[in-house]
């Protein structure tokens, strides 16, 4: 059974530009939430996707967008990328309000 | 505003003793606490939880601490194995309008089990 997997795990981009990671949750987790974790620092909460709909935001510019899927999988989209959005993209699906599972995470370098 | 602290960035700890990891919250609205442990290049794994309703949750060598009123918890690993060194992050939630939830991180403590 695949855990919450991500892609792709490393990615290079230059500053202005625009990224798409995603995110395919564990078999029969309904909700995706995507994190950042930039280095030393704890994972930060980006927002939550629920029947294809944000259902909770953190404190993050609307540059970070995202989108799920009816198979229930999710798109994290940063546009006008800028130096500080360099860090570790992490993914966590869910079925109920506790039982989270993290992927691996994606790591993004803005240069 | 860091609402959940931990306020050792390492720890070292001689293979078989007890190690200690310490977490402290500022939100009193939170009833929900996770650990999650975590190796370079792989995302957080779920280690242990706690509902605020308890004070103590035990899973092997894995047991957790709760005290509100000191709004303080605590990770004990006993004893303590090579393979525990890892980085450790304490992690909140509430249950907020619409019954859902989001994770509130700790910066993490390094432990590393020294054989």
């Known amino acids: 059974d695949a855990g919450v997997t991500q892609s792709p795990t490393h990615l290079i981009k230059t500053r202005g530009q625009q990224v798409t990671l995603r995110c395919s949750p564990k078999s029969g987790h309904d909700t995706v939430s995507w994190y950042q974790q930039a280095l030393g620092q704890g994972p930060q909460f980006i927002f939550q996707?629920?029947?294809?709909?944000?259902?909770q935001r953190g404190n993050f510019p609307d540059r970070f967008s995202g989108h799920q899927f009816p198979n229930y999988s999710s798109e994290l989209n940063v546009n006008a990328l800028l130096l500080g959005d360099s860090a570790l993209y992490l993914c966590?699906?869910?079925?109920?309000?506790?039982?989270?599972?993290f992927g691996s995470g994606t790591r993004l370098t803005v240069v | 505003d860091q609402q959940v602290k931990q306020n050792s960035p390492s720890l070292s700890v001689q293979e078989g003793r007890i190690s200690i990891l310490n977490c402290d919250y500022t939100?009193?609205?939170?009833?929900?606490f996770l650990w999650y442990k975590k190796y370079p290049a792989e995302g957080p794994t779920f280690l242990i939880s706690i509902s605020s309703i308890k004070d103590k949750n035990e899973d092997g060598r894995f047991t957790v601490f709760l005290n509100k009123s000191a709004k303080h918890l605590s990770l004990h690993i006993v004893p303590s194995q090579p393979g525990d060194s890892a980085v450790y992050f304490c992690?909140?939630?509430?249950?907020?309008?619409?019954?859902?939830?989001?994770?509130?991180w700790g910066l993490g403590t390094s432990l590393a089990v020294n054989p």
């Open positions: 939100n009193s609205m939170f009833d929900y």
């Open positions: 992690a909140a939630s509430t249950t907020n309008a619409g019954n859902n939830r989001k994770l509130i």
């Open positions: 996707y629920y029947e294809e709909e944000e259902r």
């Open positions: 966590a699906s869910s079925l109920d309000r506790y039982g989270y599972t």
